[in-house]
C-alpha cells in the first residue's frame, strides 16, 4: 500500500491498524507533516508533554502514554527502513531523552 507522503498517510498503511476507539489519540498533530522518523518522534513527545502536563488524576490520559508508545514504535519501525538503522535508532532515544 502507498501513501501520500504525509504523517498520516504513513500511518494509515501500518498493520495492525489503530485499534478502533483510539483514533482520536493515535491522530498525528502534524498530519500533513513528511513522513520520518523525527515527525513521528515529535508525535509521542508531544503525547508525553500531555501527560506531564495532566492532573495527575486525569486517567484519560493513560490514553496519551499508549499514544506516546505507538508513535515511538511506528518511529522505530521507520528507522529500520533507513540507509542507517542503528543511527536512527540511536537517534530516537536521544531524542526522547531531550
Known amino acids: 500500500m502507498t501513501h501520500d507522503g504525509s504523517v ?6 501500518r498493520t495492525p491498524p ?7 489519540w493515535m491522530a498525528p498533530e502534524s498530519p500533513h ?6 515527525a513521528l518522534v515529535l508525535e509521542a513527545r508531544q503525547s508525553l508533554t500531555r501527560v506531564q502536563e495532566a492532573d495527575e488524576r486525569n486517567r484519560l490520559r493513560a490514553f496519551d502514554l499508549l499514544a506516546a508508545d505507538g508513535f515511538v514504535t511506528w518511529a ?3 528507522a529500520l527502513e533507513q540507509v542507517d ?5 540511536t ?4 531524542a526522547l531523552l531531550e
Do not use: F, M, Q
Open 91 to 94: 537517534g530516537i532515544v536521544d
Open 8 to 13: 498520516r498517510g504513513w500511518i494509515e498503511t
Open 76 to 78: 522505530c519501525e521507520s
Open 18 to 24: 489503530v485499534p478502533e476507539g483510539c483514533e482520536t
Open 33 to 38: 507533516a513528511e513522513a520520518s522518523v523525527t
Open 85 to 89: 538503522p542503528v543511527a536512527s535508532l
